[in-house]
């Protein structure tokens, strides 16, 4: 009873020194605006990342290695086939011919890739020279080459005729390159934004909504690959297997050399901060800005594989592409 009676009120001290300020209390860093883009981020590493010479004369080695030993079992199979059965040697030897034949001629359409893709660099430069120089003769020799590039495809052939109606009123350089995009180009450049939304909008989506390890970086790179070959395939630019990686690299490393694989500019806030399960969700604003990137990359793509510069028609807007990917998949303003 002594015990409950001495217990009495007990004073707490506000003023006290010790207390806690809330302006002391530890900063609490929000999920969704800690998303950094990872997945993109290591697809851009994968594209840059150029091997050692020791990789280099390692894999060289290996694949003559190989190739030789297996030249020599092949020969050693068939001859010792024909000594024993002509008939089924004469078989093994039609079949490995025929595999020659298709290795051939996987080589021979790279090389026409890699032709293409030489070719529409080589108008982009030609157009390029001419608005730097303001050279007529130039621009109308860039004119020519984009007619014969387009010549037997259907979708621009409405353009081509618009082009050869209203080409001769042009008398400078800036004019009829101008009209060139207008007329033969923008119909493709429509068809370019609708590969580069729907690689944004798949990115993104897998990123948010499937929680496996990787997962989204395998999506970002098969879909950043998808997407830059469609891109040089409407501009005229079809590539093979490797041609499509160089292209690839390519693109990234223009990317990577001027920041623009970098979240901390311009549009990537303001679509990122947008969506309102983005700001509840670390998940959902990984994808958001994965998508965005991935936007990024694509008119990065347009501009390599295009073959005039953009000067007439404005370069599509990173902001409105991404936006327009993801409109109604996060949630809008």
Known sequence: MSSIKNRGPVL?????????????AVLVIDLPN???????????????RRPSPFAKWFWSFLLALLGF???????????GLIARSPILGGIATALIAGFVLVL?????????????????DGIHKSAARAMTT?????????????????ARRDDTAWGREQLAEQQHDMLDADGLLGLAEKTVLDPLDARATREIEAAARQVATVTALVPLALADVFTALTANLRMIRRI?????????TIGSWRLTRTVFTHLVATGAVAIGDDMIGSIAGGGV????????????????LTARVGVAAMEV????????????????????ALSGLFGSD
């Open 12 to 24: 707490i001290d506000l003023d006290s020194k010790n207390a806690t300020n809330p302006a002391d």
């Open 34 to 48: 800690a998303a950094d883009g990872a997945a993109m981020q290591q697809v851009a590493a994968l594209a840059t």
């Open 69 to 79: 030993v297996v030249s020599l079992a092949a020969w050693d199979y068939v001859t």
């Open 104 to 120: 051939l001629g996987m080589a021979i359409r790279e090389l026409a890739a890699f032709s293409r893709l030489q070719r529409l």
């Open 134 to 150: 303001n050279d007529l003769a130039e621009a109308r020799n860039a004119v020519t080459q984009l007619n014969r590039l387009y």
């Open 232 to 240: 040089a395939e409407i501009y005229g630019g079809r590539s093979g």
């Open 277 to 292: 399960l983005s700001k509840v969700s670390r998940r959902f604003g990984e994808g958001v800005i994965n998508g965005a």
């Open 305 to 324: 594989c295009r073959p005039l510069p953009f000067h007439a028609t404005s370069k599509p807007s990173v902001t409105a592409l991404g936006r327009r």
